[in-house]
């Protein structure tokens, strides 16, 4: 929750290559610099003695077994300075060298909580390797900003210090790709879709390293390692394939980074296997060179060209997503230094209102609107750097007990840097605890305004909003906001959203024990979509479910039996509903027979379904 934004920058192709290699002395002795620390009043009043300061005291401290003291120490720095301090003017914000000392000392006390996290597991590192990883404050923060909550702390280190030891004349310029296999491997990968048996294969991340450090360094790849950061890099190294499948890539793989869309298109589309539904790959082993040779469907297509992007050292990933005619795959790869190709294979006929991809370091599915939202130039903004650092500061205040200097803090963020969700979550967090819903409410509406131009973040914001309506007796108003919402979501071609939306709309009715009327909001939800295809599927199921918990089923039977002859009609004339998807609207209207108790009917339904 309280994790700063900065991590994300790389997607939009924000620089923060790591640090050159340097000699450097041995780190200060542990007592004067927490004897320091404490005794300084404000951090204006602390001088530290380098600009390494903080990071030897977090290597020093580790290594002492002293973790949990430099920790309390760097904490008390953080709070005394904001309880001599007023937040009443906006020059009261920490700035300059105030702030550098005031993140320096944050950045540290992060790092020293993943450790002793990391620790907990079984995780350790040797002295010399902490110092490789703080060696300055911009390693550290790096560090921090690419370690995330999913990892598995203790595996990541063990890693880290894996490669920290196989490469020492390479470690500091592939500093980046280290971070990034640490991240990316500390679970074992998942497959990049699931409509194929995986080969067998080893994470042999010394292999793996050396593959992708001399693909880099011999000028062989196909994008410049030294506009990659870890958070871009994480969609290279997860190669889920023997190490052998990389190397194959290499040599026979040869479009440039411009025309990297020919991968996809490359690969003959096996029309046969459609026809058949033939969905999961039957050619044998499931390599890139047989996949090139028999050819695929879309999504054979896509691992293609997603991997062998990967191999070649060029950050892409998989989307798979839902449209008229049902599923699809296409993929997308990092083109420019701020410019992800994200729709290549996705056919404009079929309306996909979203796809999806896997965050290789979370393993947590991501939307290509997410994506686009992570690449917004503003990110690249200083005012963005310095909100990620006051960020960082009011977690620390929060936990101190400085409930109110966290929530002006707070709100300094979200002045600065509207975009930054760390500022609206934790003003979030604190008004909940105190139970201030005009104040939520209040925020919601910032919230709408801030994110205005992001439709998904705009429906979440709105479904806050009503919630908190509700809670305040002002349920009309609330059904009336997520109506006008929804319209203007499906207008702007999000019909995806719109039936999110209006799915809690039907949610709200039935809480207020009127089923007949959720039902008839979602009939006309259902008309609304009747052109969609297979989109309009869960739709129908919601409907189904929605009639038969409520015993609407005869009402249900009555709206549905027209609404699906209606879509059959469409079927094999280029349209939205195709011949192979009849037989699953034959069982949904089956299941409304039954339902209903409708006994001929069904017969009637089962006859065309054997007929297939």
């Known amino acids: ?56 005291l977090a290597a020093t401290a580790i290594a002492a077994g002293r973790l949990d003291e430099a920790r309390t120490a760097l904490t008390g720095l953080v709070a005394r300075h904001f309880a001599s301090a007023s937040l009443d003017t906006p020059a009261a914000a920490p ?23 990391a620790a907990a597991g079984g995780a350790t590192l040797r002295p010399e390797t902490l110092r490789w990883l703080l060696r300055t404050p911009q390693r550290l923060a790096l560090v921090n900003d690419t370690l995330s909550p999913a990892d598995n702390l203790p595996e990541a280190f063990r890693i880290l210090g894996e490669l920290h030891d196989l490469d020492p004349q390479g470690r500091d310029a592939f500093f980046n790709l280290i971070l990034a296999l640490a991240v990316v491997w500390d679970q074992p990968p998942k497959a990049l879709h699931g409509q194929y048996q995986p080969l067998p294969f080893q994470p042999e991340l010394p292999r793996r390293y050396e593959h992708f450090r001399n693909l880099y360094q011999r000028h062989k790849a196909k994008f410049n390692y030294q506009r990659l950061t870890p958070a871009a890099l994480v969609f290279v190294v997860a190669t889920p394939v023997p190490v052998e499948e990389l190397a194959w890539a290499q040599q026979e793989c040869r479009w440039s980074l411009a025309s990297w869309d020919k991968a996809y298109t490359g690969i003959r589309y096996d029309q046969g296997r459609l026809a058949s ?33 990967r191999a070649l050292g060029i950050p892409a990933m998989i989307f798979t997503g839902e449209g008229r005619r049902g599923g699809h795959a296409w993929f997308a790869y990092l083109r420019g230094e701020d410019k992800w190709e994200l729709d290549i294979g996705r056919y404009t006929f079929d309306k996909f209102a979203i796809g999806h991809t896997v965050n290789p370091q979370t393993r947590q ?3 290509n609107h997410e994506v686009q939202f992570l690449c917004n130039r503003a990110f690249n903004l200083p005012a963005y750097q310095l909100a990620a650092a006051w960020a960082n500061l009011a977690a620390i205040l929060l936990e101190a007990g ?58 979440d914001a709105r479904l806050e909003e009503a919630q908190l309506l509700r809670t305040l007796g002002r349920g009309q108003e609330a059904q009336a906001l997520l ?14 959203l719109a039936a999110d939306l209006g799915l809690q709309e039907v949610e709200a009715l039935l809480a207020k024990a009127d089923p ?34 409520t015993g609407q089923q005869k009402e249900a039977l009555r709206f549905l039996e027209p609404y699906l002859n209606s879509m059959f009609k469409q079927a094999g004339r280029g349209l939205s ?7 699953t609207f034959l069982e949904l209207l089956l299941k409304a027979c039954e339902n209903a108790g409708a006994t001929a009917k069904a017969r009637q339904v089962q006859k065309k379904l054997l007929k297939g």
């Open 1 to 56: 929750m309280f994790r700063r934004h900065a991590r994300l920058l790389p997607l939009a192709g924000c620089l923060l290559a790591a640090a050159a290699a340097a000699p450097t002395a041995p780190p200060p002795p542990l007592d004067p610099a927490l004897q320091a620390i404490q005794e300084a009043p404000t951090a204006v009043r602390l001088r530290p003695a380098a600009p390494t300061f903080f990071c030897d």
């Open 95 to 117: 700035t300059g060298t105030t702030l550098q000392t005031l993140a320096a000392a944050a950045e540290a006390r992060i790092f020293l909580d993943r450790y002793r996290q």
């Open 277 to 309: 539904n033939s969905f999961d790959w039957p050619n044998g082993p499931y390599t890139l060179a047989a996949i090139r040779e028999h050819g695929g469907i879309c999504v054979d297509q896509a691992y293609f060209a997603t991997l062998s992007a």
């Open 365 to 367: 599915p991501m939307s």
């Open 402 to 459: 400085n409930e109110a200097a966290a929530f002006e803090l707070a709100g300094r963020i979200t002045q600065t840097a509207k975009l930054n969700p760390a500022g609206w979550n934790l003003q979030k967090w604190i008004l909940e605890k105190r139970g201030d819903r005009e104040g939520l409410l209040a925020l919601c509406r910032q919230k709408l305004l801030a994110f205005r131009e992001f439709p998904d973040l705009v429906a």
């Open 483 to 496: 109506a006008k919402t929804a319209r203007a979501l499906k207008s702007d071609g999000r019909g995806d």
């Open 516 to 549: 007949a009327s959720a039902r008839r909001r979602l009939e006309q939800l259902l008309k609304d979509n009747q052109k969609e295809g297979q989109k309009a599927l869960p739709l129908i199921q919601a409907y189904l479910d929605l009639t038969q918990r």
């Open 577 to 583: 509903v195709t011949a192979g998807q009849q037989r």
